[in-house]
């Protein structure tokens, strides 16, 4: 991928609450790195998964959040957007809008089952249901 297109490509990344949240966060950087403006959706447990197995603590609100993984990853300003959990207005959440893909990493048993069956009761499954 040329650099030109990996920076206007867009990843939807969502962390939802199984183990193995430092693939997740890898996954970020290695986005960053390529060039790639990723919307991120973070699930309440994922909070407390990241918190206990790195050693970043994730602040609770979206623009808190977006603030520090900006920072974290090395990303330029506005590369990363952090959308809340009930933000259906957020670009992930729209059938209409750009076209992205869903990488959920790690994604939960729960998460899984509400994708496959289309549940639709946040924003990451909402997502799910658009990709």
Known sequence: ????????????????????????????????????????????????????????????????MQEFLTDWADARPGQILVFGRDDWFAPPASGSGEKAPLVVCPCSTGTLSA???????????RAGDVA
């Open 115 to 125: 994708l496959a069956t289309g549940a639709s009761d946040n924003l990451i499954e």
């Open 1 to 64: 991928m040329t650099e030109t297109a990996a920076q206007a490509r867009t990843v939807n990344l969502a962390f939802t609450g199984a183990s193995g949240a430092q693939y997740g966060m890898r996954l970020l950087q290695c986005l960053v790195a390529a060039g790639c403006r990723v919307n991120v959706m973070v699930s309440r447990a994922a909070q407390v998964v990241i918190a206990t197995e790195t050693e970043l603590k994730l602040p609770g609100t979206p623009p808190a």
